[in-house]
């Protein structure tokens, strides 16, 4: 297993997330977020790529957002590295706000070096909790992750086991889920 939080940690500019979502989604990987709520740090080690055109085996489009921005879709929209919440899933806009295609995070490791996945990541960011006014955050939408409360601080530098395989379900055989092979 990596000791991630030992290893230096690199800067992220501004045009990181203005690529294809299968280039983010494999940069993505080792990189640090902070959730505010804790003051605790998590790094992302797996994610999943979606582009606006992409279908399911019965020829539905899967990319949250695909059909054009509504309200609940909005972040996706809006500038690229936009963080959006869909039915609890941690979502990140990317390519440009002209587009829907974005980078599902699947999977965080904390510094305790366990392995939070997708429900998992919902309980851990509070993203169907209440705030200290009793009133619910937003759960889709343009005020998901109300108060700026998750934020990306870098990336890990070193040199990890990165894998892909194909998502479950797609028509095609691309590998657009990708991982750090922990083992």
């Not at 979502?91 to 965080?108: F, Y």
């Amino acid at each position: 297993m990596y000791d991630f939080f030992n290893l230096e940690t690199q800067s992220i500019e501004k045009n990181f997330f203005c690529k294809n979502a299968s280039n983010v989604a494999k940069d993505l990987l080792a990189v640090v977020v902070f959730f505010s709520a804790t003051s605790r740090e998590y790094i992302i080690v797996e994610t999943e790529a979606y582009h606006a055109e992409d279908k399911d085996r019965q020829g539905k489009s899967i990319c949250y957002g695909a059909k054009g921005p509504t309200q609940a879709s909005a972040p996706l929209f809006k500038t690229p590295g936009t963080w959006c919440i869909y039915g609890g899933q941690l979502l990140l806009s990317v390519n440009s706000s002209n587009q829907a295609d974005n980078v599902l995070i699947k999977a965080i490791i904390d510094e305790n070096g366990e392995i939070i996945t997708s429900d998992g990541i919902a309980k851990e960011f509070h993203l169907y909790q209440k705030d200290d006014n009793s009133i619910y955050w937003q759960c889709h939408g343009s005020f998901s992750l109300c108060y700026e409360s998750l934020k990306i601080i870098g990336k890990k530098q070193g040199n990890f086991n990165i894998k892909s395989k194909p998502r479950v379900r797609i028509n095609d055989s691309s590998e657009e889920n990708y991982y750090i092979d922990l083992a």
